[in-house]
């Protein structure tokens, strides 16, 4: 089953400006993302709903959110909402 990965605006924006060996990074982010959809951490609170893997990018840790759609059981969809570093990162999200 391949699951449909949809982007926002605001992850677009982000992608757009980074290098292109930094965006083959991002990519390969994507693909663990797609094969296993539950590796990033499940928030809580606000955010719940909300997964966020952490990976290394230029040796700095980054930050991917997404959400999978319709459920997190039986996910058709992976919706990329954000990229970034760890500041000021959850609460960009929760705007």
């Known amino acids: 089953m391949t ?3 949809l982007v926002t605006p605001s992850f677009s924006r ?3 400006k980074l290098h292109t060996k930094d965006k083959k990074e991002v990519d390969a982010a994507i ?11 499940e928030k809580k ?3 719940i709903g909300i997964f966020v893997y952490k990976f290394k990018l230029n040796k700095q840790e ?3 959110a997404y959400r999978l759609q319709p459920s997190k059981f039986k996910p058709q969809e992976i919706v990329l909402l954000s990229l970034g570093s760890h500041e000021n990162f ?3 999200i929760k705007r």
């Open 3 to 5: 699951l449909k990965i």
């Open 14 to 16: 982000v992608v757009k």
């Open 31 to 41: 693909v663990e993302i797609a094969t296993n959809p539950t590796i990033g951490d």
């Open 45 to 47: 609170g606000d955010l």
């Open 62 to 64: 980054m930050l991917l």
């Open 90 to 92: 959850y609460s960009s």
